[in-house]
């Protein structure tokens, strides 16, 4: 049987309300960036690792239902105030097309 080579990085997003949420980037939120990404003809996450990382984020948080009905408008616009992924090896990023050197990295 083979390992897994999926990334799945802790998302952390310091929010406009002084919380800080975590929560893992599974299979269910990459999806969810292909098909949004690709029906609103956004750029890549290579072009954008930005938009990529906060959308990340942002599917994860409602995913695991720490965000319930915000929307990706509010949360992008709004809502959060610092993005990051931690736990993402330089690999598993080149692997997925956002070269490492452009995913910010927040304050602790």
Known sequence: M???????????????DG???EARVLN??????????SRQGW???TQAP????TFLTWAALRRTGQIDGVTWEVFSDKLAEQVELEGMGT??????????????????
């Open 2 to 16: 083979s390992d897994f080579r999926l990334p799945t990085p802790t998302a952390r997003a310091r929010l406009s």
């Open 19 to 21: 919380r800080v949420l």
């Open 28 to 37: 269910p939120d990459y999806l969810m960036w292909d098909r949004t990404a």
């Open 43 to 45: 750029p890549t996450a």
């Open 50 to 53: 930005f938009l990529w990382q």
């Open 91 to 108: 690999s598993e990023v080149e692997a997925n097309g956002v070269d490492p050197t452009l995913v910010p990295v927040g304050p602790g």
